[in-house]
């Protein structure tokens, strides 16, 4: 098992940006994927963005395309998340989580973070 935690959430005005960070307490394996999600009050999770640990393959959510942008260090291993041009419908709980393939499916996913609120203002 990996620990995960995210940090960089908090408020923000609509338009605005923030750049989240997830650290992994050991060595993120080759063969896994990072993955972003995030919950809103009364929804269900929903997946954001993953990538492959070690080739540049990459996963968007339609709703963020052309906003957000996973990538990595793998030095640090750490994942991060820049988020662009945000929008009040991006409010909500964001995880990063650990898991085979930077699938859309929560269940592929099996070490979750903590989580780190992000508002948007509009």
């Known amino acids: 098992q990996v620990n995960l935690v995210e940090s960089g959430g908090g408020l923000v005005q609509a338009g605005g940006s923030l750049r989240l960070s997830c650290a992994a307490s050991?060595?993120?394996?080759?063969?896994?994927?990072m993955g972003w999600f995030r919950q809103a009050p009364g929804k269900e999770r929903e997946f954001v963005a993953a990538?492959?640990?070690?080739?540049?393959?990459?996963n968007y959510a339609d709703s963020v395309k052309g906003r957000f942008t996973i990538s990595r260090d793998n030095a640090k291993n750490t994942v991060y998340l820049q988020m662009n041009s945000l929008k009040p419908e991006d409010t909500a709980v964001y995880y990063c989580?650990?898991?085979?393939?930077?699938?859309?499916?929560?269940?592929?996913?099996?070490?979750w973070g903590q989580g780190t609120q992000v508002t948007v203002s509009s």
């Open positions: 990538l492959r640990w070690t080739t540049p393959t990459t």
């Open positions: 050991r060595r993120i394996l080759s063969s896994n994927a």
């Open positions: 989580a650990r898991g085979r393939s930077p699938d859309t499916a929560p269940n592929e996913y099996f070490d």
